[in-house]
């Protein structure tokens, strides 16, 4: 079905920054309301978008976003969660960061570090810190994935299995409302599960658009994660788990 060009901006915005509010869209583009609900509609039924109550969310749950799309996606809330996790890890310390988008943008938070010792299965986060001399990078053997330079598969978990780290930084493709991450490629899972058993504290860096998604593999409990990384506050619900599981929030902004 051909877009006007309302509709093909609305796409655009929701692949950008993850959903999009009918509120908003319809004071951007000086319409009505309803012919927003309209627009969002019509994209829904084509299977690009889910309404949620006040919008809509891009249409996820059997396979991630590209990963230049997510790499663009909410680049002012990673940069503020990624320069409160940097913040908590000291120099003289060893810590393990995963794949994605996220936790490259910790890695750049780091290239001020001094004597630090970082194991990755994220090729792109070895490349940034190429950049600090008084970083030791060790790098995981594995499947590359040449979609986003990721190693996984048993070969990276049995290379993360040697360490003993003082913390793990993981990010997640979704966070359910029972405090589950999730995530698509369960030989990604395997290496994530590994990284955090090797590690003395456990970050989990994500934006709040996580919360707006799905995946369909199980990769661990907020209640295993020492501290949340986050851009905006958890819903109530979750929020009180976290609580009685001792997992702390940082609300980062």
């Not at 590690?199 to 709040?208: C, E, G």
């Amino acid at each position: 079905m051909a877009h006007n060009f309302r509709q093909t901006e609305i796409l655009e915005i929701a692949r950008t920054e993850g959903r999009v509010v009918v509120e908003t869209l319809a004071e951007r583009f000086r319409v009505s309301l309803q012919t927003i609900r309209r627009d969002l509609s019509e994209l829904a039924e084509e299977g690009l978008l889910d309404r949620v109550h006040g919008g809509a969310v891009i249409r996820t749950g059997v396979s991630n976003f590209a990963y230049e799309e997510r790499r663009r996606m909410h680049e002012s809330a990673k940069l503020a969660i990624a320069r409160a996790c940097a913040q908590m890890i000291p120099d003289n310390s060893s810590l393990i960061l995963n794949l994605g988008t996220t936790t490259e943008a910790v890695a750049r938070e780091l290239l001020h570090h001094r004597n630090i010792t970082v194991v990755t299965n994220n090729i792109n986060v070895a490349n940034i810190l190429l950049a600090n001399e008084s970083c030791e990078i060790m790098v995981a053997g594995g499947s590359l994935r040449r979609s986003d330079g990721g190693l996984v598969g048993d070969l990276t978990a049995d290379f993360m299995s040697q360490f003993k780290v003082d913390f793990a930084v993981i990010g997640a493709s979704a966070l359910d409302e029972e405090g589950d991450l999730l995530d698509y490629d369960l030989a990604e899972i395997r290496v994530s599960r590994m990284i955090l058993r090797q590690a003395r504290k456990s970050f989990l860096v994500t934006d709040s658009s996580k919360l707006a998604r799905s995946a369909p593999v199980r990769l661990a409990s907020l209640e295993e994660i020492d501290t949340v990384f986050i851009d905006e506050a958890l819903p109530p619900a979750l929020e009180k788990r976290c609580r009685e599981w001792g997992t702390e929030v940082r609300i980062c902004g």
